[in-house]
């Protein structure tokens, strides 16, 4: 299959400068330079994206993935290494790149498609399309420094996905826009990947990743931790975000000739009856059966549970000692208990992993192995139920007897007189 995207040995030094010259004796004793450290943003990247795939790339925040963007967009250049791009480009990196501020959505819109090799007159033809997709009619001819973040999104990716590129290239930005615009945006993802364009998504969201992605790229301190399919690169980030290893260097799989599993996860609620939904303050119970075929001493357990989008509703502190257990050779049973579950409606799964206390190695991680229902019996709305308490008063107004209204009168109130008269 044809490579649109190679990446070959690419690294990133940015400067940090720690301090500044204040007098011009110190710029001529220092020869004009200023003393910084050098700081890897990319580190050895190589991976090779495939002409109609969609590509994601995940990983915690600052590990290099909009700055791998950059630099395949050309915004970067790469201190090491080479990018090769074949076919036409667009990008939607952070929020209001490649906006002149000063200049209307109008001015932005013929700049922009300009910078991406469209004539003005193919443009023109585009203009209407651009606007209306942006839902910027009213809009259009304000400078673009008063656009709310959803007016600029909008308006990027109206322009990005109008000039119909061969590979387009989307961050995190997509999360600001309102439901509605994402699931149209989504759309055009969708008629792009039917026509074979080569799509490659920066987000934290891994129902994004899971739900539209061929391969998945998860990286971390600027390096490539593996380059997978979506389920075992999801599993991969989830065990680095949650504190259970998968770090440069770590050992996944188990211990030594990999002696230790999870076996079966269990959750049960703690109310009456024979029902298999809990109610919202209930409790909850997991368990987990770990075999070993050695001890392992200071192990870590870790639980996460995720809603019906697949997102962390709730991950356990993983240096919380708490976690800390000793797993003796043959295993045993990790029990997970929660007093209340706030939780509101909706069937929720529940991940649960085993590490070592320095974070370098994960005995097993079990990603979404079983799951739970929450059935709300009352009318609140949202995510979780607050306890909540009411109480009402009647300001001091120095009356005393009862209170008349309309057809009836009150009963004299807890702590009022009643008038003697």
Not at 186 to 194: A, G, P, S
Not at 291 to 307: E, F, G, R
Not at 367 to 395: H, K, W, Y
């Amino acid at each position: 299959m044809a490579v649109a995207i190679g990446v070959t040995d690419i690294s990133k030094q940015f400067r940090l400068y720690n301090e500044k010259h204040t007098s011009l004796k110190e710029r001529v004793i220092h020869g004009g330079k200023m003393p910084f450290t050098p700081f890897w943003a990319l580190r050895d990247v190589n991976v090779d994206i495939n002409q109609g795939e969609t590509f994601g790339i995940l990983g915690r925040n600052g590990c290099g993935k909009s700055t791998l963007l950059k630099c395949v967009a050309g915004i970067l250049k790469p201190t090491t290494g080479e990018i090769r791009v074949r076919g036409t480009l667009a990008a939607m990196l952070e929020l209001g790149a490649g906006f002149q501020p000063e200049l209307s959505g109008r001015d932005n819109i013929f700049l922009n498609g300009s910078l991406l090799g469209l004539s003005r007159a193919d443009i023109a033809k585009r203009f209407d399309e651009i606007v209306a997709f942006a839902e910027l009619e009213d809009f259009i001819d304000n400078q673009v420094k008063f656009y709310s973040s959803g007016m600029y999104v909008r308006l990027g990716f109206a322009v990005a996905v109008n000039v119909e590129p061969d590979v387009l290239l989307v961050d995190e930005v997509l999360a600001v826009g309102d439901a509605a615009f994402q699931r149209k945006c989504m759309d055009h993802v969708k008629r792009f990947q039917r026509e074979g364009r080569t799509i490659v998504v920066v987000s934290h969201g891994t129902d994004t990743i899971r739900q539209n992605c061929d391969r998945v790229m998860v990286m971390n301190h600027g390096r490539v931790i593996t380059v997978d399919d979506p389920g075992e690169g999801i599993r991969v980030y989830l065990a680095d975000l949650l504190g259970v290893g998968t770090l440069e260097g770590s050992e996944t799989g188990g211990i030594e000739g990999n002696v230790f599993a999870i076996g079966t996860v269990q959750a049960e609620h703690g109310g009456s009856g024979a029902r298999s939904h809990l109610y919202p303050g209930e409790s909850l119970t997991v368990t987990a059966d770990l075999d070993s075929l050695a001890a392992v001493p200071n192990a870590m357990a870790t639980i996460a549970i995720h809603d019906d989008k697949n997102e962390l509703v709730f991950a356990s502190d993983p240096d919380d000692p708490v976690c800390q257990m000793e797993v003796p050779v043959g295993g045993g049973v990790v029990r997970f208990f929660f007093p209340e579950v706030p939780l509101l409606d909706g069937t929720y799964s529940v991940s649960v992993g085993v590490r070592s206390e320095t974070e370098t190695a994960i005995f097993d991680w079990k990603d979404q192995a079983t799951q739970f229902e929450v059935a709300n019996p009352g009318r609140s709305t949202g995510r979780i139920r607050l306890p909540l308490d009411v109480s009402f008063r009647l300001r001091s107004t120095g009356h005393t007897g009862e209170v008349p209204a309309v057809g009836s009168v009150f009963a004299p109130l807890a702590g009022w007189e009643e008038n003697a008269s």
